[in-house]
């Protein structure tokens, strides 16, 4: 069984930087994609972006050039370093495990969920 715990999250000033990290725990988390998503309350969650088993990237087009999903095998944890960071990047942001590596953007694909951390972005 994967478990997935996120931490890294907080508050940031517009501009600044912060970097989420996933640890991965059951398996190894090359074995399987991981997405990051992002949900405010009363909201739809929405994807973030993915990095797949093969190592490739993708992301939605309100977060390219300014965030980054990166992977440590040896760690066994995914990261998504956020950088020029916006008050509409405030959120929870939870990443997610997809073993079949097909979900992509489809948040009902993934089988394994963390439980999320917040990150504030100020203005």
């Known amino acids: 069984q994967v478990q997935l715990v996120e931490s890294g999250g907080g508050s940031a000033q517009a501009g600044g930087s912060l970097r989420l990290s996933c640890a991965a725990s059951g398996r190894t988390v090359s074995s399987y994609a991981v997405g990051w998503f992002r949900q405010l309350p009363g909201k739809e969650r929405e994807y973030v972006g993915v990095?797949?088993?093969?190592?490739?990237?993708y992301y939605v087009d309100s977060v390219k050039g300014r965030f980054t999903i990166s992977r440590d095998n040896a760690k066994n944890t995914v990261y998504l370093q956020m950088n020029s960071l916006k008050p509409e990047d405030t959120a929870v942001y939870f990443c997610a495990g997809d073993s079949r590596d097909l979900a992509g953007a489809r948040g009902s694909g993934y089988e394994y969920w963390g439980q999320g951390t917040q990150v504030t972005v100020s203005s």
């Open positions: 990095i797949t088993r093969s190592g490739g990237t």
